[in-house]
């Protein structure tokens, strides 16, 4: 197999990502005579692009390996249809609360009904995508996994449920798939896979190999006085090669704050220049894999129960198997400095830290800039995230980054993920819907900036909501400048402090729930963005109420018209 040389102009984690890509494609043997070919479909259900980016990069595996394929949106499947498959891959995100992507929800709900068709012929594979830090960790991918067997399918191999290092997953799941399909048709010599790994080689600027913007514009958007803090950041993309829309979201790589990698090197029994190494990556200092690598600012499950064993603590070990609730209390607000602090000498020498410890991931943000008005000036909104637990300051990794740590000047590695289900509607006439409380304004200031810039005429509706008027109106002289001129057609606002009872944007909504219907009916499409947990629940349900006290439906009338507005690409949801 080939591997990249130690003196190839790339980064070890660029030279660890291609020697990935070489064994998936090259790992299998090469096989004399006619290869085994099949057809497979390749299907994702995605929320916020990931899924849907690995099953592309699975089709174009899966060419380069002598079979045909193509990759599909599982919104767009009929039961009927994947009945008569005999080969299909499925990548499955799980969001929020365990739930399945807005795309998948039709799907999903057809896949479980009793009167789903059996799939007899079906032969599959789940690859999951999810983050063990939240309780139902890959739920939807388990969920679509389980019912494709109870309805007679035969998994290819087992699935995969992957953290949020998915393409270190990726690479070792493709590669199995592949030697269980057939061997792979094409040698290294074939010159169209030399060709695709010289695309690959000369990639700018992703999620492997970000561009270093320099951040060229900080500013804090609430009030001093205000219990949150939330800032404006701007990149400056002149040299980058890097190209996005209103909607994408940009993936900034951070690092851990250096005083507590500080702190947890002095608690350490070895030292900070010991190195140890990923599987297929090559060694790196351990103040390297604390400071770029592996998250250390929280605990989970998985990391509690592998200390415990290490450490042969009762204490912690009783955790694992009480009541609901016990484990979770103790993990809110902690990270390894606390264990090292309760628990020292538990640790002995590089390769257990990094063993302990789950990979550090990007941290995606709705871009609130447009391209054809803010030009190479790309702006993110950033809400930081600090608290005091246990008798110590934390915080969010990037947002204190961003938000505390980096000045104007600094260069930060950043990429950009293309959220193709979060767009301006294509008629620059059509009404939009907007409902972003927080930071969850960012997308739809984007979205206005972008439609002033282009000239839609359609109309813009606005519901946005914070605290307090006074210490957390975002954008506040931006809004009113959009109302004055009349492209913000209404402006609906929800400060859930600045009066005795509290009030939320969905309460804003069900107040003008006939003219919210009146718009829909006019053919408006709807957008939510941010907090996935209640309240993008909270609005979802306000809207099913409005379509049935304004259109005098019964409630599985309205169900099916929220579910028409889902099928027309009306009711787009970038929720976290």
């Known amino acids: 197999m080939p591997l990249i040389p130690e003196d190839a102009p790339f980064s070890a984690e660029q030279r660890a990502w291609l020697n990935r890509l070489l064994e998936g494609l090259f790992s299998a043997p090469v096989q004399t005579g006619t290869p085994k070919s099949y057809h497979v479909s390749v299907f994702f259900a995605s929320q916020s692009g990931s899924a849907e980016r690995l099953a592309k990069k699975m089709v174009k595996l899966l060419k380069e390996n002598g079979h045909s394929a193509t990759a599909q949106s599982v919104e767009g499947i009929a039961l009927s249809a994947l009945a008569q498959e005999e080969y299909a891959l499925f990548f499955a995100s799980t969001y929020g609360d365990g739930e399945a992507p807005d795309s998948a929800c039709s799907f999903r709900e057809a896949l479980l009904a009793d009167t789903a068709p059996r799939i007899d012929k079906l032969r599959y594979s789940v690859f999951c995508l999810g ?3 939240y309780e139902y960790f890959c739920r939807f991918g388990i969920e679509l996994d389980e019912r494709l067997m109870a309805l007679g399918a035969s998994r290819l191999i087992g699935r995969m449920e992957s953290d949020v290092d998915v393409d270190t997953s990726f690479g070792a799941w493709s590669g199995q798939l592949l030697r269980s399909l057939s061997e792979p048709s094409k040698t290294a010599n074939d010159p169209a896979v030399a060709a695709d790994l010289s695309a690959a080689v000369v990639q700018k600027h992703t999620r492997e190999n970000p561009y270093h913007a320099q951040l060229v514009d900080k500013k804090l958007l609430t009030h001093p006085s205000s219990s949150k803090q939330t800032v404006h950041v701007g990149f400056d993309l002149t040299d980058a090669e890097l190209q996005y829309e209103a909607g994408d979201a940009c993936g900034v790589l951070a690092q851990n704050d250096p005083a507590l990698v500080d702190e947890i090197l002095t608690l350490l029994s070895f030292s900070a220049t010991d190195t140890a190494s990923l599987p297929k ?11 770029h690598h592996l998250q250390i600012t929280k605990l989970t499950r998985k990391v509690v129960q592998r200390f415990a064993e290490k450490a042969q603590c009762q204490t912690l070990s009783s955790l694992l198997t ?9 993990l809110h607000g902690r990270g390894l400095i606390d264990l090292l602090h309760a628990y020292p ?9 990094v063993e302990l410890l789950p990979r550090l991931a990007p941290r995606l943000y709705s871009i609130s800039s447009s391209p054809s008005a803010h030009g190479r000036e790309l702006h993110c909104t950033i809400g930081v995230v600090s608290y005091t637990a246990h008798g110590r300051e934390r915080g969010g990794v990037a947002s204190t980054m961003l938000g505390k740590r980096m000045e104007v000047g600094a260069r930060v590695p950043i990429y950009l993920q293309p959220n193709k289900r979060f767009r301006l509607p294509v008629d620059s ?14 997308p739809f200031r984007a979205f206005l900036h972008e439609r002033r810039a282009l000239g839609h005429t359609g109309r813009n509706w ?13 954008y506040c002289c931006e809004m009113k400048s959009f109302v004055d001129d009349g492209h913000l057609t209404r402006f609906d606002t929800a400060f859930s402090r600045d009066q005795e009872h509290k009030v939320y944007v969905q309460d804003r909504m069900l107040e003008s729930g006939a003219e919210l219907f009146r718009w829909l009916n006019d053919g408006a499409s709807v957008y939510v963005c941010g907090d996935a947990s209640r309240m993008a629940k909270d609005v979802d349900v306000a809207l099913h109420r409005i379509v049935e006290t304004h259109g005098s439906l019964t409630a599985e009338a309205a169900q099916d018209y929220v579910s028409a507005l ?5 009711y787009h949801r970038d929720v976290y």
């Open 566 to 570: 889902h099928e027309q690409h009306r």
């Open 131 to 133: 983050d063990r830090t």
């Open 281 to 291: 990556s090559e060694p790196l200092s351990v103040e390297e894999f604390l400071r």
């Open 345 to 353: 000498g538990v640790l002995s020498n590089a390769e257990e830290l």
């Open 322 to 330: 009480s009541e609901a609730g016990e484990l979770e209390t103790y």
């Open 462 to 474: 606005l519901f946005f909501g914070e605290r307090s008027a006074k210490t957390d109106f975002l």
């Open 429 to 442: 006439m059509a009404p939009i819907i907007m409902i972003g409380p927080g930071t969850g304004v960012a």
